[in-house]
């Protein structure tokens, strides 16, 4: 059997793959919009280190809820 | 104030010109790369989001399209190295059904399996070089590496697909 060269390959795989349409059938920019849109709610770190901050104070000293339900 | 600035500032209109000036570019780049339309648009858009997200790192004196097809390359060589075995749609047409052309059909079937099982990087810069014929110098810049590793890429996945196919006892098609 003859066995491949290096420029052989390049030919064969030339013959294997077909060359591929180039050109885009459509607009891609509704479906980028509406990827842009699903971004999820971040919420940022300060958020959640105010949270943790409420939670420990209640946890620790819990009349404090009193005294916020009076001020809200 | 120039569109990139305008872009790069996060102005939605900024993008929205660029998605319509660059769009066609980035698919074409990333379908002679994954070599299916469907595939070739989801990393588009993906690409296109990335770029949206990343903004802020662009240098608004930067050249866009190089900086676009990078991230497209990055995204098709991910795509290639989770899905290395997946047959691409772009295969051989039916054809008449003689003997010859089976063979002929087997083989080209062999040769783009062995080619699949390639490393992603060497697969991505075979297919541009030696399928795409594009310049080294475009594929380097896109892969963000010298001329030079690109050929010895190149030079390499012709070495291993070579080592393959005799191993396989599959020979060059007779003219």
Redesign the interface.
Same mark, same amino acid.
């Given at each position: 059997?003859? #066995?491949? &060269? &290096?420029r052989?390959?390049? &030919?064969?795989? #030339?013959?294997?793959?077909?060359p591929?349409?180039?050109?885009?059938?459509? &607009? @891609?920019?509704p479906? @980028?919009l509406r #990827? @842009?849109d699903d971004r999820p709610v971040r919420v940022p770190w300060y958020d959640w280190a105010l949270a943790g901050l409420s939670a420990a104070m209640f946890l620790g000293f819990p009349r404090l809820i009193f005294v916020f339900a009076y001020h809200l | 104030m120039d569109l990139l600035q305008r872009f790069a500032l996060g102005e939605i209109d900024a993008f929205e010109t660029l998605v319509h000036q660059f769009q066609g570019e980035i698919y074409a780049w990333t379908v002679r790369i994954v070599r299916d339309p469907g595939t070739a648009e989801d990393l588009t858009v993906e690409t296109l989001w990335r770029i949206y997200r990343a903004r802020q790192r662009f240098r608004p004196d930067g050249n866009f399209g190089a900086w676009a097809r990078r991230i497209a390359t990055n995204l098709a060589i991910d795509h290639l190295r989770l899905k290395p075995r997946e047959e691409s749609l772009t295969t051989e047409p039916v054809g008449v059904p003689q003997p010859d052309r089976l063979v002929q059909r087997e083989t080209r079937d062999k040769i783009r399996q062995a080619f699949r099982r390639l490393p992603a990087k060497l697969q991505v810069a075979a297919t541009l070089a030696l399928i795409e014929e594009q310049p080294y110098e475009e594929i380097a810049d896109a892969l963000g590496t010298s001329a030079g590793a690109v050929k010895l890429r190149v030079f390499r996945a012709v070495r291993i697909l070579r080592k393959r196919l005799n191993q396989a006892g599959i020979g060059p098609e007779q003219k």
């Amino acid at each position: 059997m003859t #066995k491949y &060269d &290096d420029r052989q390959i390049g &030919d064969a795989l #030339k013959r294997s793959f077909h060359p591929v349409h180039t050109e885009l059938e459509r &607009d @891609l920019w509704p479906q @980028l919009l509406r #990827k @842009l849109d699903d971004r999820p709610v971040r919420v940022p770190w300060y958020d959640w280190a105010l949270a943790g901050l409420s939670a420990a104070m209640f946890l620790g000293f819990p009349r404090l809820i009193f005294v916020f339900a009076y001020h809200l | 104030m120039d569109l990139l600035q305008r872009f790069a500032l996060g102005e939605i209109d900024a993008f929205e010109t660029l998605v319509h000036q660059f769009q066609g570019e980035i698919y074409a780049w990333t379908v002679r790369i994954v070599r299916d339309p469907g595939t070739a648009e989801d990393l588009t858009v993906e690409t296109l989001w990335r770029i949206y997200r990343a903004r802020q790192r662009f240098r608004p004196d930067g050249n866009f399209g190089a900086w676009a097809r990078r991230i497209a390359t990055n995204l098709a060589i991910d795509h290639l190295r989770l899905k290395p075995r997946e047959e691409s749609l772009t295969t051989e047409p039916v054809g008449v059904p003689q003997p010859d052309r089976l063979v002929q059909r087997e083989t080209r079937d062999k040769i783009r399996q062995a080619f699949r099982r390639l490393p992603a990087k060497l697969q991505v810069a075979a297919t541009l070089a030696l399928i795409e014929e594009q310049p080294y110098e475009e594929i380097a810049d896109a892969l963000g590496t010298s001329a030079g590793a690109v050929k010895l890429r190149v030079f390499r996945a012709v070495r291993i697909l070579r080592k393959r196919l005799n191993q396989a006892g599959i020979g060059p098609e007779q003219k």
